[in-house]
Each structure stands twice: as structure tokens, then as C-alpha cells.
């Protein structure tokens, strides 16, 4: 089978594809290396011992995608390809809704032409906006997103529920991440964000690394057991593998999957793993809260069990350990 992954080289895309290559799949690539570096291509080589083809070119690029269709004639798509940071999508909310969304569009229209079934689409947490109930399971209402960035996910699942609507032999399976760290075990490749970080454990590694001074923690007051926001991490590699469950999946039409662990850990509990399982301080500042962050959030992962059978194996001391690995191996220790 050929599958066609969009920001194959990026954080996510780079782990599945990692999985999809060891598990004999046929990979072709495209990634404009706008958040990601073309060292990665080695690194996978490297820790696969396969190969795949990589255009670097733009989904956006609608003339290219096609051609790129046209010559490889993928039998499903990953869709990863997409611009993520929350903060920036404020102040550039048009540059996100284009890249974010014209992307999708271009690929559902050379999935038509060229007769490619199905697509398996990067979703957040985020278009649960503040959840009314814990756990978030996929029956849980969606909307109320409070930024640009995650309004993007909620309108590319409108967009692809109305594509597999109107085209009843096309499926899509819509897989709302909560929040993935970790890297692969090999330290070779891992979450490398350009400039400061905005997420949490890029932060904390950098100030483990001391790279970085101290760590911000963002309002002590929220309503959970230490005041900080709850999260559910999951490993990236355990995500990745979700990947290959949703394109092994024989759905018809649209079906949506939280893929987290089910537990949620405070950033207290993050920064006290952290040392614990590094052997290395990681200081701290408590501040004010950081506006559109939610108290609490972890998923209900059940229906990926019963119906996927994925399951996260990994637990937070591997996330703790492979976040660090990767970073002390990038500065060459
Ligand atoms: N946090 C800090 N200090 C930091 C960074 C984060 O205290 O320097 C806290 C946040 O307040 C929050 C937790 O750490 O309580 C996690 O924050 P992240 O920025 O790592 O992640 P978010 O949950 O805010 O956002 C992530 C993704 C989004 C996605 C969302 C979906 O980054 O892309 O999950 O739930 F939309």
C-alpha cells in the first residue's frame, strides 16, 4: 500500500512515518520544510534502514499536488502538513486559515481525480474548546475553540464530514491528538521548534539543558489537585502507531478517535517526573495564567481500544526519558 504523508518530516509525520516504513508500507512525502529540517530524511533512513520518496513542495501548491498525484497515485493520504502555534494563529489568523485549510482542499480534490479512498486527518483536543465533562469522549461536543489555530482543525473536519458525505466510497478517520512529547527511542529524531518554545515539555527540556533560565508556569490557581493545568501527554511513537490503526481501519464515510492515555498530569507532576526520572533541576517561576489555557483535559481512549485496538503503551517516565535523550543527543552529549 501507498501512502502519501503531508509534513512527513515534522514532529508527528516523522514518528509515523518511522512506523509506517517498519511496517512495510510504501511512503512518499511531501513537506515544504517550513517546521522541519531535511537532516530528518537521513535520520529516518537511518533508524528504518528503508527508503522514500520526499517532494519538497507545498500542499498549498495545488499544480503540484496534482502532479504529485498523478505520478504516484497514493492509495491513502496522512494529512499532517499544517501550521500549529496557537499564539501566532492570533496574530496571523489568515495566513493560518489559507495554509491550513487550502492545503485540505487541494488534497480532496486530487483524492477525486486520482481516485484515493481514504485519508486519515492530524485533529487536536483543541475543537473540544473548554470541555463540559472528563473524560472527553468523541461523543463530547465540539466547538467554543478560542483561537485561529484550532478553529482550523474543527473547519478541516467540517470539510472532510461533507466530502465523505457527498462522496459515499471515500472514508476519513479524524484523529484528535491530545498532547504529544516523547521522541524515538534512537534520540535521532524528536520535537525541535524554532525559536522559544510555546509548549510545555519543548520548554522544560531547554531548561534542563540550560539553554533556557527558568521555566514559566502558567497560574497556580486553577481548580485541579496542585493548582496547574491538567493535561494528557501521550508518546509520540504511541501516536504514530494510532496512525497505522486508522489507515488499517475499514470505515465507510467519517470516524473521529481521541488518542491520548486517559490520565492527566498537572505541570507540577510534568516538571517533578522530569527530574525525577532525568536526575536534573528544573527551575521554576509560578506567573499569571497564559490566556485560552483551560483548566483540564484528557481523553476518554475507549473507543480507539474497542474499535481500532490501540491502546498507549507507553507510560510518562518513557516521555520523560525520550524528551531528554533526544535533546542531549541533538547538543552531541
Ligand atoms: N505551560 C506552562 N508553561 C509553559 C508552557 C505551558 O505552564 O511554558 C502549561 C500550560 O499552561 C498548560 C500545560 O502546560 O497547562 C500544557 O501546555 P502546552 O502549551 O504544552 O499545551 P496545550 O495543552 O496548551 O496545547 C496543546 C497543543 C495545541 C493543541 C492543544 C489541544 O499545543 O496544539 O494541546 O488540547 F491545540
Not at 502538513?81 to 499564539?87: I, Q
Not at 487536536?124 to 472528563?134: F, H, K, R
Not at 509560578?286 to 485560552?292: E, H, L, M, N, Y
Request: contains cysteine; glycine residues 8%; hydrophobic residues 35%.
Amino acid at each position: 500500500m501507498k501512502v502519501l504523508v503531508t509534513g512527513g518530516l515534522g514532529f508527528i509525520g516523522s514518528h509515523t512515518v518511522v512506523e509506517l516504513l517498519n511496517n512495510n508500507y510504501e511512503v512518499v512525502v511531501v513537506d515544504n520544510l517550513y517546521n522541519s529540517s531535511i537532516d530528518v530524511v537521513d535520520k529516518i533512513k537511518i533508524i528504518t534502514g528503508r527508503d522514500f520518496k520526499l517532494y519538497q513542495e507545498d500542499v498549498c501548491n495545488k499544480e503540484k499536488i496534482d502532479e504529485i498525484f498523478n505520478m504516484e497515485k497514493p492509495d491513502a493520504v496522512i494529512h499532517f502538513a499544517a501550521y500549529k502555534a496557537v499564539g501566532e494563529s492570533v496574530n496571523k489568523p489568515i495566513m493560518y486559515y489559507r495554509n491550513n485549510l487550502v492545503s485540505t482542499l487541494n488534497l480532496c480534490e486530487a483524492m477525486q481525480k486520482y481516485n484515493c479512498k481514504k485519508i486519515v486527518f492530524s485533529s487536536s483536543a483543541t475543537v473540544y474548546g473548554n470541555p463540559d465533562v472528563l473524560p472527553i469522549t468523541e461523543e463530547c461536543r465540539v466547538g467554543g475553540t478560542t483561537n485561529p489555530y484550532g478553529s482550523t482543525k474543527l473547519m478541516n473536519e467540517m470539510i472532510l464530514k461533507d466530502f465523505t458525505i457527498a462522496n459515499d466510497d471515500f472514508c476519513a478517520v479524524i484523529l484528535r491528538y491530545f498532547n504529544p512529547i516523547g521522541a524515538h527511542e534512537s534520540g535521532l529524531i524528536g520535537e525541535k521548534p524554532n525559536g522559544i518554545p510555546n509548549n510545555l515539555m519543548p520548554y522544560i527540556v531547554r531548561v534542563a539543558s540550560k539553554e533556557l533560565k527558568e521555566l514559566s508556569v502558567f497560574g497556580n490557581d486553577y481548580p485541579t489537585h496542585d493548582g496547574t493545568g491538567v493535561r494528557d501527554y501521550i508518546h509520540v511513537v504511541d501516536l504514530a502507531k494510532g496512525h497505522l490503526k486508522a489507515l488499517e481501519y475499514n470505515n465507510r464515510g467519517i470516524d473521529y478517535f481521541n488518542l491520548g492515555t486517559g490520565i492527566g498530569y498537572s505541570v507540577l507532576d510534568m516538571i517533578n517526573t522530569f527530574e525525577r526520572v532525568n536526575k536534573v533541576k528544573v527551575p521554576y517561576k509560578i506567573v499569571d495564567r497564559r490566556p485560552g489555557d483551560i483548566a483540564e483535559c484528557y481523553a476518554d481512549p475507549t473507543k480507539a481500544l474497542k474499535v481500532l485496538g490501540w491502546k498507549a503503551e507507553l507510560g510518562i517516565e518513557d516521555m520523560m526519558r525520550d524528551s531528554y535523550n533526544f535533546i542531549l543527543k541533538q547538543k552531541g552529549n
